[in-house]
């Protein structure tokens, strides 16, 4: 059977069936289309990008217009998979206005089908302005990046009987808001669990165990191209970096060498026009 486009009932669906939901990040053309033809079930562009891509220290510098201009090249790569729009610092917390505004440059400039917002309480005003402008939204409790000087770093959330319980009630307003998914990051399992249970809507989860109903992790980090720091909650399936580098040390050395470019690698020009050249 052909490969339909996922979308949001496709969330809901996988909930009830049981089934997992995929997702991983993406960031620019050709790591979009890999994603999208491995059969990932939603592709985010996270403000993530600020660290990995552009070489930020963290999120929080990031900007709208990197944002979109990142969302574009994904969505040109971008055929099946659910496409959701990170907003960035300060892109949704001034005013409820120009949080819409921004969310929807996401969807007309970007072509997302999405976007992603980081909190709870203090964001489900904004959160319910822009689902009454018809966007859907991707709800982000637990660790949110974008406050992390305000967490105390990058650290567990959740741990007492009473932070779970914020998480959770946080979690169950969102899910009354109308959010149609929520990403639980650097959550113990056994809350995460507990969350995943009580709500109608499904958990994406990001170092908080393998009782969400599904996981998202930065591709970057998946695949072995950022390491600056590897978080405890990432597998790296492969480790592009070693292989990347030692590619490119080997081209250094052939050059330097006269070993490349070699005559497999060079264009021939007929003997005799090569003499007609001389001559002139």
Known sequence: MERQKFTITGFYDKKRDGKKITMLTAYDYPMARLVDEAGIDSILVGDSLG?????????????????????????????????????????YQVSKEEA???????MKEAGCD??????????????????NAGIPVLGHLGLTPQTISKLGGYRIQGKSAE????????????????????????????????????????????????????????????????????????????????????????????VETSKFPDEKHSFAIKEDELEKLRKK
């Open 100 to 106: 819409v505004r921004n969310a929807g440059r996401f």
């Open 114 to 131: 999405a976007v992603k917002l980081e909190g709870g309480y203090e964001v489900l005003e904004v959160t319910k302005a822009i689902l």
């Open 51 to 91: 660290m990995v891509v552009l070489g930020y220290e963290s999120t929080v510098p990031v900007t709208m217009d990197e944002m979109i201009h990142h969302s574009k090249a994904v969505r040109r790569a971008t055929r099946y998979a659910f496409l959701i729009g990170d907003m960035p610092f300060m892109s």
């Open 163 to 254: 932070a779970a319980k914020k998480i959770l009630d946080q979690a169950l307003e969102l899910e009354k808001a109308g959010c149609f998914s929520i990403v639980l990051e650097c959550v113990p399992d056994s809350v995460a669990k507990l969350i995943t249970e009580k709500l109608r809507i499904p958990t994406i989860g990001i170092g908080a165990g393998v009782n969400c109903d599904g996981q998202v992790l930065v591709t970057n980090d998946m695949v072995g191209l950022f390491d600056r720091f590897v978080p405890k909650f990432v597998k790296q399936y492969v480790k592009l970096s070693t292989s990347i580098s030692q590619g490119i040390k080997n081209f250094k050395e052939e």
